[in-house]
């Protein structure tokens, strides 16, 4: 009976797993997150050789994409259809289109598929006291800014109400500016846009005037976030389920 109970759990758990694979397989858009000057790849998946045309589009504007990577864009194909961008700046970060148009033998028509993206752009700087810090956040797609500097996560920016904060200004170039900068600022700073959606973490040290290389957080979507929620509970289960055989099992001996 309980090692039938030890199955199921692993069943669950395995069912999950494969569930968490096929998950972005469907039609909800696709996270990639980069980190700025990095590369970011946005795949395609089409195994078919029959491509006749790659186009990627945002909401607003539509991105020529090089056939290789010798042109002088920062945006090319790469193998089949996949697509990079190189060089990632913030500005890039929201949401992308790939459509692909693909030969099919049995009709006239072109037949097309999409795929949807949203990006994430993230960064790490370090910033020395009483220094400017100008970020470059404040781009369309942006509606509200918040940070965690002061331990709780507070709302510094937003698109209809400007700076929320006596510690900062922003200018019509897309700036985001801290005139001068002290240690109590140091913390996450996420831009999001309409939808809540997070286009851009910068993650802000006091220090050295070294770039610092700590590992880049990682971006969790709130389905990530419940996922790995979940895998704990299961654990925990499982755990506490073998623990109570094992009680069972001495129970039995004596
Ligand atoms: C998938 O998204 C496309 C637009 O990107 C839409 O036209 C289509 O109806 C969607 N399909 C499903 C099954 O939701
Ligand atoms: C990004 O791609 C370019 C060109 O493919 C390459 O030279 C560069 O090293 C890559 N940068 C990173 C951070 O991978
Ligand atoms: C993008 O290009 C298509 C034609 O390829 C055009 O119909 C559309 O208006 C363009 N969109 C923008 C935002 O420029
Ligand atoms: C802000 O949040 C990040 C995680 O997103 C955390 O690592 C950091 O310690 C927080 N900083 C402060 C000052 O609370």
């Not at 097309?112 to 781009?139: A, F, N, P, Q, R």
């Not at 999001?192 to 993650?203: A, F, M």
Request: aromatic fraction near 10%; include cysteine; glycine fraction near 6%.
């Amino acid at each position: 009976m309980s090692k039938c109970l030890n199955l199921l759990l692993l069943l669950l758990m395995f069912c999950f797993f494969y569930q968490k694979e096929i998950l972005p397989a469907g039609n909800s858009s696709i996270s990639v997150s980069g980190k700025k000057r990095g590369n970011i790849t946005l795949r395609c998946e089409h195994e078919d050789d029959n491509i006749v045309h790659v186009e990627l589009f945002t909401p607003s504007r539509n991105i020529s994409v090089c056939e290789t990577e010798e042109c002088r864009g920062r945006v090319f194909k790469e193998g089949n259809c996949d697509v990079v961008i190189k060089n990632l700046i913030f500005s890039d970060a929201g949401k992308y289109t790939l459509r692909i148009y693909y030969n099919n033998d049995q009709t006239e028509l072109k037949p097309k598929k999409d795929w949807t993206y949203h990006l994430h752009i993230h960064d790490e700087i370090s910033v020395k006291t009483g220094e400017e810090l100008k970020m470059s956040v404040l781009w369309i797609d942006a509606d509200k800014v918040k940070t965690n500097s002061s331990g709780e996560w507070k709302e510094v920016w937003t698109r209809d109400h400007g700076v929320q904060s006596d510690r900062m200004n922003d200018d019509n170039d897309g700036n985001l500016i801290i005139k001068s900068f002290l240690d109590s600022d140091a913390g996450t700073y996420r831009v999001l846009d309409t939808e809540g959606e997070i286009l851009i973490t910068v993650t802000i040290t006091a220090g050295e005037n070294t770039v610092s290389h700590r590992s880049a957080p990682e971006h969790w979507s709130w389905v990530e976030n419940v996922h790995f929620g979940f895998v704990i509970i299961v654990f925990f289960m499982y755990i506490v389920i073998i623990a109570v055989q094992f009680l069972l099992m001495f129970a039995g001996i004596i």
